[in-house]
Structure formats: C-alpha cells, structure tokens
C-alpha cells in the first residue's frame, strides 16, 4: 500500500470534513469506504472521530464550529497543504494576496494549524506537523487521493500557491479557451486549480460542482462505491464516468449532510 511517512512542503497531506451530524456521517463514510473509526473528545465537550482504512489514519469527521452551525451551513471538506514553517508562511499569505483566517495554533503535540483564504475564493488548510504528518495513506481505497481548487480566478490562485510554496505548475490548454493548471513539488503534480465551471484538464475532475477545494479518494470500483453511497442516502452528482487523460473512472457525490466529494478508480497495488 502506498504508505506516507512525511508529506513535502507544499503537497496536499490532509483532509477532514466538518458536519452537523458525525454519527450520521460515520454510518454513511463506513459503508461508502469501509472505514472504522476511534472517538475523541473535542475541548467544548464534544466529540469528533478518526476515521481508518485498517490500522491507517486517513481523515477525520468532526462537529461543525458555532458559526457554521448557526449559519446552518453543509458539511464541508477542508483540504491541508505541508508546510515547514506556518506561523513564517502565515505572514506571507497577505503579501500572495490571501486572508488569514484562523491561527496559527498549536494542536497540542500533533501540529500546528492555519486557515487562509486564497484570492477568488477557497478557504485552504495549512498544516505544520509535529505527531501528526497527515494521511498514512495516499491513493489507496478510502484515502486522499486528489484535490483540485474550482475558482472564478484561477491565475491569482496559481500565483498565490506559487508565492506560499514555490509550486512550479503545468497548464493544460482547454477546448473552451482556459486553463487546467496542476501545481508541482519535484516534478511530480500534487493538486489542480480550475476554472469554475470548466471543462476536462489534465486531472481526474469530474464535478463542478461550485467554487472551492473538491476532495477525491481512491476507490477500488467507482461503479461500486457509487451504488453503497446511493445505498447509504447520497445524492449523485455526476454518474462514473472516464476521465480520459487521467486515464481512470470518477465520480461525484454529495453526503446526506451535503458534503460534497468525489471518487477516483485506482489501480491496485501490486
């Protein structure tokens, strides 16, 4: 299985998705992906889960913060780039043209967080880690596998990213005239950053699905997973289909707690 010890600055490491129900969000995550989970007491009392692929940390359900419960907002899944030195790269984000908007904090001994908004909108999670490096397992079943930004101004995102984390990027030209751009950690593409509303690009992205980060996880069957999450109380966004130059089935699906997210068929490992 494809095992990650440490994660690179600038690489996608994580993702958690924040709910109005984690009970009813762990029934429906553990018959979409099979995953078991362990749970921990939040410091207001509440609590949230780890979620595992066998003995593997890859995500977390957690309780939405007041604000979002008050503005009666859906599940979101937030995306968390490495990095070396947050509180340093927090004081860029304003430079690149973002917004910081939480932290950064220490989370105890596991790392250190911050929120920031890239430019066009997106909130995007940073993460600095001390015990905690991020997903143990990257495009496996049931783990992170891609993230790609869908915003109205997709250069001012590509700069920001590039400013924050000196991503090199590849741009691939589309039939309706944009671009698809895929940032890059020693040559190897991590994430993509989309028009909103676009066309095919050079990565799985089956979903448009509105602005900000969409969350893909591998899957062993799209078809299979796409039939337990309907199963399960989904919405289907966007049926399986080929992504032909990701080479691969995807598909996009909405929690009951409208969550939104997508699915990508991966090869197994050998």
Avoid at 50 to 67: C, M, R, T
Avoid at 86 to 114: I, R, S
Wanted: proline share 7%; hydrophobic share 40%.
């Amino acid at each position: 299985m494809s095992r990650v010890e440490r994660y690179q600055h600038g690489e996608p490491c994580w993702t958690d998705v924040q709910t109005p129900d984690v009970e009813a969000a762990k029934t429906f995550y553990a018959a979409v992906f099979g995953w078991t989970f362990q749970d921990l007491p939040t410091p207001d009392g509440r609590s949230y889960a780890q979620a595992f692929v066998g003995e593997d940390l890859v995500s977390v359900i957690a309780p939405q913060n007041p604000s979002q419960e008050a503005a009666g907002q859906p599940a979101q899944w937030n995306v968390y780039f490495a990095a070396d030195d947050a509180h340093g790269l927090a004081h860029d984000v304003v430079h690149a043209g973002g917004t910081v908007q939480f932290g950064p904090e220490d989370v105890a001994d596991t790392g250190v967080m911050l929120f920031m908004e890239v430019p066009g909108g997106g909130t995007t999670g940073v993460w600095q880690a001390g015990t905690h490096t991020g997903s143990a397992l990257y495009n496996e079943h049931g783990a992170f596998a891609w993230a790609e930004l869908l915003t109205p101004e997709p250069q001012s995102a590509v700069a920001f990213f590039q400013h924050l984390f000196g991503h090199d990027v590849t741009e691939y030209p589309q039939d309706d005239g944009g671009t698809y751009s895929t940032l890059m950690v020693d040559g190897a593409e991590v994430a993509g950053i989309a028009p909103a509303g676009g066309g095919d690009g050079g990565k799985p992205n089956a979903s448009r699905a509105g602005n900000g980060w969409q969350v893909y996880f591998g899957v062993s069957s799209a078809s299979e997973t796409v039939m337990a999450a309907a199963a399960a109380g989904a919405e289907v966004l966007v049926e399986p289909e080929f992504a032909e130059d990701a080479g691969t089935l995807v598909a996009t699906l909405k929690d009951p707690q409208g969550g939104v997210f997508s699915v990508v068929e991966i090869e197994p490992t050998p």
